[in-house]
């Protein structure tokens, strides 16, 4: 079972900022918080990951609260290109852990014209 | 390209054939994944090599499953007596397997119909 829990949908106006909520109140110390979209009929693409400072991209902004009990993905100019299904996922980073991502529904974004 | 590619992209098969999936992942990526992905739902792992090595199979749903990457590189998903709950998208993903990112790489799927 996934580790995380989101909303399963969201709507966002376009050139607004979009803030994606996730609860992973089980989080480990070593494991890091990922975000991955996957656009209709694409792959899942990486959006941006941390363990516990907020970090800063050029595709958007994650928020870890202090407890790494959840944080927040923030698009901080939606456009319409942006309208995927936002997965949260909590991982440590090396593959030889033998962790695999483990995905659970996600969000489904949409953003309205 | 240097993205992970995998062919075919779309794949009909009639109940009882045999399909092979195909996957180039990323040159040099170390870490190799195969997740299934049925209509609405998030993917759901398969399988994971390690250059050439299955070290982790617990996702395959029945032995009719098969995946292998004798050399480290290309691998293929087999799947014997295709049954229509085979249906889905197999996405396949790559990745350098540590560093201070480590993202996976994901190919567009190969979406997979059995009639």
């Known amino acids: 079972d996934a580790k995380t829990t989101q909303p399963t949908s969201m709507d966002c106006a376009e050139g607004r900022a979009a803030n994606l909520p996730c609860n992973h109140s089980?989080?480990?110390?070593?494991?890091?918080v990922y975000w991955y979209r996957q656009i209709h009929s694409q792959g899942p693409q990486y959006i941006i990951h941390?363990?516990?400072n907020n970090e800063t991209n050029e595709m958007a902004s994650l928020i870890i609260t202090e407890d790494r009990k959840s944080s927040t993905l923030i698009l901080p100019h939606a456009t319409l290109r942006d309208t995927a299904v936002y997965y949260c996922?909590?991982?440590?980073?090396?593959?030889?852990?033998?962790?695999?991502?483990?995905f659970g529904p996600g969000t489904r974004l949409s953003v309205l014209p | 390209g240097a993205g992970v590619s995998q062919s075919p992209r779309y794949k009909v098969a009639k109940r009882g054939q045999d399909v092979a999936l195909r996957c180039d992942p990323i040159?040099?990526?170390?870490?190799l994944f195969w997740y299934q992905q049925a209509l609405g739902q998030g993917p759901e792992f398969l399988t994971y090599?390690?250059?050439?090595?299955?070290?982790?199979k617990s996702g395959l749903p029945s032995d009719r499953f098969f995946a292998e990457r004798p050399e480290g590189s290309v691998s293929t998903l087999k799947i014997q007596r295709t049954q229509q709950e085979d249906s889905a998208v197999y996405l396949c993903?790559?990745?350098?397997?540590?560093?201070?990112?480590?993202?996976?790489?994901f190919g567009p799927g190969t979406r997979l119909t059995v009639l």
């Open positions: 040159s040099g990526h170390v870490s």
């Open positions: 941390g363990l516990k």
């Open positions: 996922i909590v991982r440590v980073l090396a593959d030889n852990y033998g962790q695999n991502f483990v």
């Open positions: 993903a790559s990745s350098p397997g540590w560093g201070s990112v480590n993202e996976q790489f």
């Open positions: 089980t989080i480990s110390g070593n494991e890091y």
């Open positions: 090599f390690q250059n050439e090595a299955q070290l982790d």
